[in-house]
């Protein structure tokens, strides 16, 4: 196994010890979480870059690095419904939408096509991970008072009350729905086929 493929395999790891780690209800939990899910984050553009980088994409990397990612992002977002700091239907909105792609690329594969990543679909997980980030820092703030003016700072802007995490929210939400009908509309000519 390549050296990308490996990271990717280890953000797999990363989520199980974020689901975990969430699961503790307590700060200290949170905090791991919150590494944890940096880190996967970081693993996910190193991955990527390493396999363009050093010319080692294979077929396991293309199944496997989009599949840990869904996995990592259904995951937090499950969590934050969980938490009252999600919409359950949003939540169901963004699972349903990585199904969707699923499907349509597993169709696009046996009939001999490759649908691509696009770049609304890379906006749509950069406002995702945000999100997971501000929201894991408003519920680490929540159970733990900063001690600091730069902590408070963080305290105020993660809020949800502040315009920080619904900004990231609301636009992971929408590009959610963009990216989605996007993958649609290039597939659509195979679905009718």
């Not at 280890?10 to 880190?39: C, H, K, N, P, W």
């Not at 396991?60 to 239907?89: E, N, T």
């Not at 890379?122 to 991970?129: A, E, M, N, P, Y």
């Not at 894991?136 to 408070?152: K, R, T």
Request: aromatic residues 12%; proline residues 3%; contains cysteine.
């Amino acid at each position: 196994m390549n050296l990308p493929n490996s990271i990717t395999f280890a953000r797999l790891v990363l989520t199980a010890i974020f689901v975990v780690s969430v699961s503790l209800e307590s700060t200290m939990g949170l905090v791991i979480a919150l590494i944890v899910f940096i880190l996967a984050a970081i693993s996910d553009w190193l991955d990527g870059y390493l396999a363009r980088k050093m010319n080692l994409v294979t077929s396991l990397g293309k199944l496997m690095d989009p599949l840990a990612d869904k996995i990592l992002v259904s995951s937090a977002f499950i969590f934050f419904s969980s938490v009252d700091r999600c919409p359950v239907w949003i939540t169901a909105v963004i699972i349903g939408r990585e199904f969707l792609v699923t499907g349509l690329r597993q169709i696009a594969v046996d009939k001999g096509e490759v649908i691509a990543a696009d770049n609304l679909g890379k906006w749509k997980t950069t406002f995702q991970i945000a999100f997971s980030i501000t929201c894991l820092l408003s519920l680490i703030f929540h159970s733990s008072a900063p001690d600091s003016a730069f902590g408070e700072f963080l305290m105020n802007l993660s809020s949800p009350d502040s315009w920080l995490s619904p900004f990231f929210l609301w636009g992971a939400f929408l590009l959610t729905l963009l990216s989605g009908f996007n993958y649609l509309k290039k597939s659509w000519k195979l679905l009718l086929d």
